[in-house]
């Protein structure tokens, strides 16, 4: 990427990997470096993408087949990116966003099953060669991440899954996390909160002197 363009940062995760918090953090470092910093989220992002979100995320009597939850979090995407994430990036604003398509081949592929390479196809189609520069997976055991998520409100339909569902997103997200290692920065988030947020700095502090 060029030297006046922005940065691609996004945050993964399971359930109760504590991202809001961390988000905060990533977004506190990157501006102390000097770097506008747009925050958004997906699915979700823009006034569409977040009515496609409450349409994802809500409980339906009649569910959902998988590949209509794969073609809606693809339309939100196309949304987020021609209409937020690339304008920014092309004005040289750093983009960090609370998940991104690494979540598609976790939740949908690893999750429901569906092949990567039919995700592949979708990846290449709405995003062509755009990937994110840095990728932070907070990383923690399943049970652990459902006790803390299960403390908060009440579940949406993703969190209503069974444990094994998640088993199958981390299991995703690692094996994403060996393949491409130079890009996604796995974080241990079963830690305290310190250790975790010193893990987030180190690897935050590195890719920053990587851009300079
Ligand atoms: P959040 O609650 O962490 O913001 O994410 C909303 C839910 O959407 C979360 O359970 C993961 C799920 N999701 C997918 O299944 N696929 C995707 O591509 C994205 C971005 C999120």
């Known amino acids: 990427m060029s030297k006046n363009k922005g940065r691609f940062i996004t945050v993964e995760g399971g359930e109760g990997a504590g991202k809001s918090t961390n988000l905060e953090l990533i977004k506190e470092l990157l501006e102390a470096a000097g770097h506008p910093v747009l925050f958004t989220r997906e699915p979700g992002g823009t006034p569409l993408g977040e009515e496609i979100r409450t349409l994802l995320l809500g409980h339906r009597d009649d569910g959902m087949a998988a590949e209509t939850e794969l073609l809606l979090m693809f339309g939100a995407r196309a949304e987020h990116l021609n209409r937020k994430i690339i304008p920014a990036l092309n004005a040289g604003t750093w983009v960090l966003c609370d998940r991104f398509t690494d979540a598609t081949y976790a939740y949908q592929g690893g999750g429901r099953g569906i092949a990567p390479e039919r995700i592949q196809i979708l990846e290449q189609w709405v995003q062509h060669d755009l990937r994110p520069d840095l990728t932070l997976l907070l990383d923690l055991p399943v049970e ?16 209503s899954e069974a444990s ?27 830690m305290p909160l310190p250790q975790v947020q010193s893990q987030i700095k180190t690897v935050v502090g590195a890719f920053l002197s990587s851009c300079r």
């Open 144 to 159: 652990v991440g459902l006790e803390r998520a299960g403390r908060r409100s009440a579940p949406d339909r993703f969190e």
């Open 164 to 190: 094994q569902f998640f088993q199958n997103v981390r299991a995703r997200y690692l094996d994403i996390a060996k393949k491409e290692s130079t890009r996604v920065k796995v974080v241990d988030a079963s």
